[in-house]
């Protein structure tokens, strides 16, 4: 009886490692989209380009950004984008030395990290709206249009240094700091509402260059 339980239970200690082996494998191919995710780069031939299209993106990975992505506009992208689709939810996006013009016209725009408007012009039509895991960030002369209806969420804060924020009718809801009291920044408030969603146990500062710049604030 001892040798029978003994054989026993070595046949079962073995038989621990082809099942650890599965769980090994399983873990190693669900994380390769958080281990590589790439940086996508707009480069469109010319005129008005979709974002839905593959051919209008570079990256290391191909396609049209994915969930965990960095997106990013620049010189070399010297066409329109016209945003058609809701997109994944982006790590960041950047627009450092872009000249071109964002048309969110078809879809809702997701970042887990900042949203930088640090060159051409972001236009929203149809009420799309912006989901900003972090801060939205307006410099180097860029412009931010929304769209009457649109509701813009920014989870941390709305940076205007160097550039035009038109809020047209908008709704606007910041958690932390405001701060639009560069020489160089302004807040166009329009018929637009801001809300700050601060909760107990949080700081926020808000400042800006006007003493009364919002059309409506909660």
């Known amino acids: 009886m001892n040798y029978t339980y003994k054989k026993y239970c070595d046949r079962k200690r073995m038989g621990i490692f082809p099942v650890l082996l599965c769980f090994l494998g399983v873990f190693l191919l669900a994380s390769p989209s958080d281990v590589y995710a790439d940086t996508h780069y707009w480069q469109p031939d010319a005129g008005d380009s979709n974002w839905s299209d593959a051919a209008n993106w570079w990256s290391a990975g191909g396609g049209i950004p994915s969930a965990n992505d960095d997106v990013r506009f620049d010189v070399n992208g010297a066409g329109n984008c016209v945003i058609d689709v809701d997109t994944a939810s982006l790590e960041w996006l950047d627009t450092t030395d872009y000249v071109g013009i964002i048309k969110q016209s078809g879809g809702t725009v997701t970042t887990t990290n900042d949203l930088s408007i640090k060159g051409g012009t972001w236009t929203t039509t149809n009420g799309r709206a912006l989901s900003i895991g972090r801060d939205i960030n307006i410099e180097n002369g860029a412009v931010i249009n929304l769209d009457n209806g649109q509701t813009v969420t920014v989870s941390n804060d709305m940076n205007i240094t160097n550039g035009t924020l038109n809020a047209n009718g908008s709704t606007i809801r910041v958690k932390r700091n405001w701060t639009s009291n560069g020489a160089n920044a302004v807040f166009n408030c329009?018929?637009?509402?801001?809300?700050?969603?601060?909760?107990?146990?949080?700081?926020?500062?808000?400042?800006?260059?006007?003493?009364?710049?919002?059309?409506?604030?909660?």
Not at 194 to 200: K, L, N, P
């Open 190 to 218: 329009g018929t637009g509402t801001v809300i700050s969603t601060v909760t107990d146990g949080d700081a926020c500062g808000w400042k800006t260059k006007d003493t009364n710049p919002f059309y409506n604030l909660e």
